[in-house]
């Protein structure tokens, strides 16, 4: 057992245990849990078995492997990785304004429909940051029929999304005009996301392993840094059903270590983690 040694801990976790949570998480999320992660998993999950005042993690094993939907939530919102910001690799950003917007602008025109999902969207920060781009970029969007829809696993930090509300920490680097102009100031001092960009944004619990219920046709999907943490054949079976809602010529923006080599030949690369669908 690498780290604290076992006399300091409170629980142990053999290595059978260990087998049977990645079974149990690797079932429930695609989340493929690798050696490295066991002493996260401890940390993680022994807050839970203190809550549930259990003794050992074979204990916590046998009540999730009865199926308990509360407490397979629990162990998938405790294992996930939400790390997000405002426009993480603004390079998507800059693309979407500059150059998809417009494109959609003309394809859609007679329509006036746009559709934009964030797949694995974790506390918001991945949507805001679109309706902020949409809302800055795409002039007349009054009069369009444009939706964001923004799902993610985890009910804790869809919950975060959907109250969009932020620490200035959360807000980091946001240029100070871009903050007042979509943000308010709450009386606690955090920044509240503003109407504007609320309206424009659907938070939904969604298992991207599940079937899903939206039709498309999405003009751009964002799946960054989500896929990082499934093994190959599901990430094949994820960007295969992703392609199926779009059509020729669809955005797709992934995170900055993944890429879809071997992974799908559905989609072209045209930029920096950016494909569109063949
Ligand atoms: C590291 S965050 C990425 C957030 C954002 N896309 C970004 O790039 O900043 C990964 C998110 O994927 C979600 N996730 C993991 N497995 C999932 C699954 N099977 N279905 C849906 N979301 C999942 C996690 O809950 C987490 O919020």
New binding site residues.
């Given amino acids: 057992m690498s780290g604290m040694s076992a006399e300091l801990r409170e629980f142990v976790l053999t290595d059978a245990e260990f087998e049977r949570l990645r079974t149990l998480v690797h079932h429930s ?3 493929a849990l690798s050696d490295a992660k066991r002493e996260l998993v401890y940390g993680r999950l022994a807050k839970r078995l203190r809550a549930l005042g259990l003794e050992t993690f074979a204990d916590y094993c046998d009540l999730v492997e009865e199926g308990h939907p509360e407490e397979i939530e629990a162990l ?1 919102n405790a294992i ?6 405002f426009f ?2 603004d390079h998507h950003f800059r693309q979407l304004a500059e150059q998809v917007l417009p494109e959609v602008r003309q394809k859609r025109a007679a329509g006036r429909r746009l559709r934009i999902w ?6 918001g ?2 949507p805001y940051s679109i309706a902020m781009t949409l809302r800055e970029a795409f002039t007349g969007l009054e009069s369009w029929n444009a939706r964001i829809l923004a ?4 009910s804790a ?1 869809l919950a975060k999304g959907a109250r969009g509300e932020y620490s200035a920490d959360a807000i980091g680097k946001m240029a100070a005009a871009r903050r007042e102009r979509w943000f308010e100031r709450t009386e606690g001092g955090a920044f509240r996301a503003s109407s504007d960009l609320k309206s424009l944004i659907s938070f939904k619990q ?4 599940h079937d899903w219920p939206m039709r498309g046709p999405f003009d751009v999907i ?5 896929v ?3 093994d190959k054949p599901t990430q094949r079976k994820l960007f295969d059903r992703m392609a199926d809602l779009q059509e020729p010529g669809a955005w797709l923006f992934i ?1 900055h270590s993944e890429n879809l080599f071997n992974v799908s030949q559905r989609y072209r690369l045209v930029g920096r983690t950016a494909y569109r669908r063949v």
């Fill in positions: 999320t695609g989340i998938t996930t990785t939400n790390l997000t910001s993480r690799e964030s797949a694995g969207c974790s506390t920060e991945e799902t993610d696993i985890d930090v969604l298992n991207l392993l964002f799946c960054r840094n989500v990082i943490y499934f995170g």
